[in-house]
């Protein structure tokens, strides 16, 4: 023959949770039945009935009146967790079965875009024909805002100490790191010293990332602690490569950039070996710049940012 405790822990409801649970919010019969969709006689049954399977007095009324006893408080606050996320069950279904074509805004750099997304995005493509992809280029910043103001699912983004901030509001998962390099022009003597410093740097005209990207504040936080950081002349401030390179080989300064190792290990390696610009590697003096998958932090995940996820983030590096 079963226990009482284990047909106790069987009988409970979820409409006895939920009158108890909206009798605590709400102080009364009628807000509760309200809430849950019953009548005032209803609520009261569900509680009693509650009672009974528990063994404990919940609530205490008075007149019109009703509140909760402490253990019924207590009850109350293990279950609501457990309710809330039941009764979204409903309309988050009703929303995934109406929404005949499901929507995923990204959000990104430009060169994240351009060389860390297009494989992920494309099989993902062909593996949800019903998914509409919406892909924004901004700067990290902007990513960073636009997911917080749900004007975007998810954001690519460089590391930025606002992370920290919004670590409560977003789930950050590393995806890459970027090496940190330097484009000089043809032919500049720096092309030909051994190992560059920050000094060797800050005398020539810099081209470097705005101040709302991720690696800008990576950048001037090196050169301030060495008091490199008055000296600075920003000349051009760019983060997309195709906009600084015509720059760089006409000699109007040195860029400075983190930059994708698909990229380098193409475009810019090739560029380089035709004399078209010199590249070096300046990670020792600004450290690698990380990019993170970003998303906002929900009870409900959705699979296909749960699938673009893995895809960006657990392959091989």
């Known amino acids: 023959m079963k226990s009482r405790s284990s047909l106790a822990l069987k009988e409970p409801r979820i409409q006895q949770f939920r009158a108890l649970v909206h009798i605590a919010r709400h102080g009364s019969f009628v807000n509760a039945g309200d809430a849950v969709g019953m009548a005032r006689s209803s609520v ?3 509680i009693r009935a509650l009672e009974r399977d528990t063994g404990s007095k919940l609530i205490e009324v008075n007149g019109r009146k009703v509140k909760v006893t402490p253990e019924g408080a207590m009850l109350a606050e293990i279950v609501a967790p457990m309710i809330e996320d039941f009764e979204k ?6 929303r995934r079965k109406e929404e005949a074509t499901r929507t995923l ?3 990104a750099p430009p060169q994240i875009l351009a060389h860390e997304l297009p494989k992920a995005l494309s099989y993902m493509r062909d593996r949800h024909t019903g998914l509409r992809m919406i892909i924004t280029s901004v700067t990290s910043g902007t990513a960073l805002d636009q997911l917080l103001n749900n004007e975007a ?3 690519v983004v460089g590391h930025m100490e606002r992370l920290k901030d919004e670590s409560a509001k977003l789930l950050a998962v590393p995806m890459t790191t970027f090496p940190m390099v330097a484009l000089l022009p043809p032919k500049h003597p720096l092309n030909f010293k051994k190992k560059l410093t920050l000094q060797d740097l800050v005398t020539q005209p810099l081209l470097l990332p705005p101040q709302r990207s991720s690696s800008r504040p990576q950048i001037d936080a090196a050169f301030s602690r060495h008091g490199l950081l008055p000296q600075m002349h920003v000349a051009l401030e760019a983060n997309v490569f ?3 390179l015509p720059y760089v080989t006409l000699g109007f300064g040195t860029a400075i950039l983190g930059a ?3 990229y380098i290990e193409g475009e810019l390696k090739n560029r380089s070996r035709d004399g078209e610009v ?4 300046v990670s020792h003096l ?4 990380k990019v993170f998958f970003l998303t906002r932090r929900t009870r409900v995940r959705q699979p296909h940012i749960e699938e673009l996820c893995q895809l960006l983030c657990h392959q091989p590096k």
């Open 153 to 155: 699912d998810v954001a």
């Open 242 to 244: 195709h906009v600084v």
């Open 89 to 94: 069950v409903v309309p988050e279904f009703a």
């Open 278 to 281: 010199g590249l070096r590697d």
């Open 260 to 262: 994708s190792r698909n």
């Open 286 to 289: 600004f450290g690698d710049e």
């Open 105 to 107: 805004l990204i959000a």
């Open 44 to 46: 009261w049954r569900q």
